[in-house]
T-cell receptor, first 113, second 113 residues
Framework: GDSVTQMEGPVTLSEEAFLTINCTYT??????LFWYVQYPGEGLQLLLK?????DKGSNKGFEATYRKETTSFHLEKGSVQVSDSAVYFC????????????FGSGTQLTVLP | EPEVTQTPSHQVTQMGQEVILRCVPI?????FYWYRQILGQKVEFLVS????????KSEIFDDQFSVERPDGSNFTLKIRSTKLEDSAMYFC???????????FGPGTRLTVT
C-alpha cells in the first residue's frame, strides 16, 4: 500500500547550515507529493508541492525535486534560520478515491543561533 | 487569505463522554477531511467527506465516530463515547475540486481523562 518513509529526527543545525531531510514514497503510479511544516503549537502548513516527475517545488528558500527513479522527494534549504525550527512532514496523495494524504513520521528540526 | 478554522482549540473531557469538534473549511472547497495526531506520532487519516457523504474512512474511524455537515459552512466530528486513547490533536482539512493540496486548520487538542 501507500507509504511515506522519512528521515529519522531530531535534526539540530547551526544557523546558515545546509539542510536535507530525506523522504521516499511507495505508491502505484506517480502521486502528487507535498512537504508540510508544523511550527510549535500550530497546525500543518503547506510548504511546497510537486505534481509530477521531475517537478521542483519551492517556497521560502526550501526546495524538493520529485525523483521517480529513486521514488524520493528530499527537502533541502541552502541556509537555515532559527525561525525554520519546526517539524517537517512529507506526504503523498493516496491512491484511494478520496485522495487523502499519507504522511511520513515527521522530522523535528532545531536551528541554533 | 482564506483559512480553515477549528473550535475549540483545546477540549478536556472525561472518558465515556461525547465530544463534538467543529471546523469551518475554506468556503469554495468541496472535499473535507479529518486527521488525528497522537502526541509524537504521525498524522493519520480518519475520514473524508464529499457531496454530503463519507467518501472514505480508515480503520480508526469506527462506530464511535461520526461526521456531519449540518449547514453550508460547518463540518463536525463527533466521538460518541470517548476513550483514553482518543486523546490526540485532531486536524480538519479541505481542498478544492481541482488539485490535491489540502489546507489544514490549527487543530483541536482533545484530552480524555
Amino acid at each position: 500500500g501507500d507509504s511515506v518513509t522519512q528521515m529519522e529526527g531530531p535534526v539540530t543545525l547551526s544557523e546558515e547550515a545546509f539542510l536535507t531531510i530525506n523522504c521516499t514514497y511507495t505508491a502505484t503510479g506517480y502521486p502528487s507529493l507535498f512537504w508540510y511544516v508544523q511550527y510549535p503549537g500550530e497546525g500543518l502548513q503547506l510548504l511546497l508541492k510537486a505534481t509530477k516527475a521531475d517537478d521542483k517545488g519551492s517556497n521560502k528558500g526550501f526546495e524538493a525535486t520529485y525523483r521517480k527513479e529513486t521514488t524520493s522527494f528530499h527537502l533541502e534549504k541552502g541556509s537555515v534560520q532559527v525561525s525554520d525550527s519546526a517539524v517537517y512532514f512529507c506526504a503523498q496523495v493516496s491512491s484511494g478515491s478520496a485522495r487523502q494524504l499519507t504522511f511520513g513520521s515527521g522530522t523535528q528540526l532545531t536551528v541554533l543561533p | 487569505e482564506p483559512e480553515v478554522t477549528q473550535t475549540p482549540s483545546h477540549q478536556v473531557t472525561q472518558m465515556g463522554q461525547e465530544v463534538i469538534l467543529r471546523c469551518v473549511p475554506i468556503s469554495n472547497h468541496l472535499y473535507f477531511y479529518w486527521y488525528r495526531q497522537i502526541l509524537g506520532q504521525k498524522v493519520e487519516f480518519l475520514v473524508s467527506f464529499y457531496n454530503n457523504e463519507i467518501s472514505e474512512k480508515s480503520e480508526i474511524f469506527d462506530d464511535q465516530f461520526s461526521v456531519e455537515r449540518p449547514d453550508g459552512s460547518n463540518f463536525t466530528l463527533k466521538i460518541r463515547s470517548t476513550k483514553l486513547e482518543d486523546s490526540a490533536m485532531y486536524f480538519c482539512a479541505s481542498r478544492e475540486g481541482s488539485g490535491y493540496e489540502q489546507y489544514f486548520g490549527p487543530g483541536t487538542r482533545l484530552t480524555v481523562t
